[in-house]
């Protein structure tokens, strides 16, 4: 909950208001309600972000069904019902943008996260084929593809986690690498590719993969 207070304040600071509530993205009928909500005290919606996720690293012969499936639930289920419970109100008014985060993953591969690279395969695939089908509404939708983020998720545990299980195979452990001299980017830079693909900028690309990895996914 602090979370979404402090979301809520930042809101407010910028003089606009906000919805938030805390849910499952695996709930389809809870993502429904809020999204008719948000419509209803707004009239419309414009720009949808499926941004929930989850990444456990493991080595290949230590994933258990239960991390896969949850992988599965929640970084495909949840983005195919965020953009199920959004896409009708966009195709009504015949206009939207639908931004899907998949990651460095789901372009070339993560070393060590059998589970999460296939999620972010299949939101890469999601992407395009939303973006075929909901064209012809005059809806966008394109994908994001963040390398190491410095965010909770991305840093502290999760580094020495992926120390650990490099070691089983340490011809992987530099796949990935930022051709930069940054090793992850900021917050700030993967919502400025947000920003970009949701504004009139970008009003004429659509079924986009867009990488914000400092060229790891050619290293």
Known sequence: MADLEETAALVK???RESLLRQ???RDLEALEQLVATAVQRWGRID???ANAGICVPATWNEVTPEIFRSHMDINVTGVWNTVMASAP???ERRAGSIILI???????????????TTSKHAVTGMARAFAAELGQYNIRVNSVHPGPVNTPMGSGNMRSRIEETARSNPRLEAM???FLNEYSASSEQIADAVAFLASEEASFITAEHLSVDGGAQYF
């Open 13 to 15: 600071a910028e003089g």
């Open 23 to 25: 849910g499952d993205v």
């Open 47 to 49: 720009v949808v972000v």
């Open 89 to 91: 109100h966009m195709v």
């Open 102 to 116: 998949s990651s460095f993953a789901g372009k070339k591969m993560q070393p060590f996260m059998v589970q999460y």
């Open 176 to 178: 990935g690498t930022s």
